[in-house]
């Protein structure tokens, strides 16, 4: 493969990582009571954000960089327990009180974090060192995915949510819960799948017919676990 081909794989790559992080945004949005007038907002800032770190591609020094980068776990960490402390606070003040809690803890999942920050910059800083377009016209084009993305996957996920009655602030605590702990998780994954990978480990047949047949059985047991509890709510 060339070089070519390469960098264009890597820049397709580094591009989906933007639209993934416009997803999640998007999922918080989409699952809380805004107005659209709001998520617009909400995109706009991130929008505003790419511009601003893509600008500051090559004028921070690389010391600063450096120590951004190096607080990553920290911050990382600090936006995981907060996710899953107002996740459970989030649904717990549903459930047990009727406290419609999702117009202010959904910030955690929506709001440009640290986290998020330094991966837009990483993504500008990256588009930069593979393309020859000027930094303003990455911030551009960075910040249209996400502003797009943003817009996108909140009406989505909202209309999803609204057929499928489960757009509550229930529903917004299990999603926060779930990405703290995915990243609580992901700085001890990772490292340790990065490291296994220079392992050598002997080669074996994967059977995939059965390993389809093992997660269509699992997601058909999911499914039909979902719809009994929603069968007994409905009764209750």
Same mark, same amino acid.
Do not use: H
């Given at each position: 493969m060339e070089i070519a081909e390469i960098s264009a794989l890597i820049t397709v790559g580094v591009l989906i990582g933007v639209a993934i992080l416009a997803l999640k945004t998007g999922l918080g949005c989409g699952?809380?009571?805004?107005?659209?007038?709001?998520?617009?907002?909400?995109?706009?800032?991130? +929008?505003?954000?790419s511009i601003i770190l893509s600008c500051l591609v090559g004028v921070l020094a690389l010391d600063i960089t450096q120590n951004i980068l190096?607080?990553?776990v920290t911050m990382h960490l600090i936006i995981a327990s907060g996710l899953v402390y107002f996740g459970i606070k989030t649904k @717990?003040?549903?459930l047990s009180r009727g406290n419609d !809690?999702?117009?202010?803890?959904? $910030?955690? !999942? *929506?709001?440009?974090?640290?986290?998020?920050l330094t991966a837009t910059f990483l993504s500008c800083s990256m588009l930069s060192q593979l393309t020859?377009? *000027?930094? $303003?016209?990455? %911030? =551009?084009?960075v910040g249209l995915i996400f502003f797009i993305g943003i817009c996108f996957f909140s009406s989505l996920f909202s209309s999803i949510a609204g057929a499928f009655k489960?757009? =509550?602030p229930s529903t917004l605590g299990t999603v926060m819960l779930l990405f703290g702990l995915f990243y609580l998780l992901s700085p001890l994954i990772i490292p340790a799948y990065i490291?296994?990978?220079?392992?050598?480990v002997p080669e074996f *047949?994967?059977?995939?017919? @059965?390993?389809?047949? *093992?997660?269509?059985?699992?997601? !058909? $047991?999911? %499914? !039909? %676990? +979902? $719809?009994m509890d929603k069968y007994k709510k409905r009764k209750g």
């Open positions: 699952l809380t009571n805004l107005k659209r007038r709001e998520i617009v907002y909400i995109a706009f800032i991130y +929008f505003s954000a190096a607080t990553g @717990k003040e549903w !809690l999702s117009r202010k803890t959904f $910030l955690w !999942l *929506s709001i440009p974090c640290p986290v998020c020859e377009i *000027s930094n $303003l016209w990455i %911030g =551009t084009i489960i757009k =509550t490291q296994a990978q220079s392992i050598p *047949s994967i059977d995939y017919q @059965k390993v389809f047949l *093992s997660f269509l059985i699992m997601t !058909l $047991l999911i %499914g !039909l %676990g +979902f $719809l």
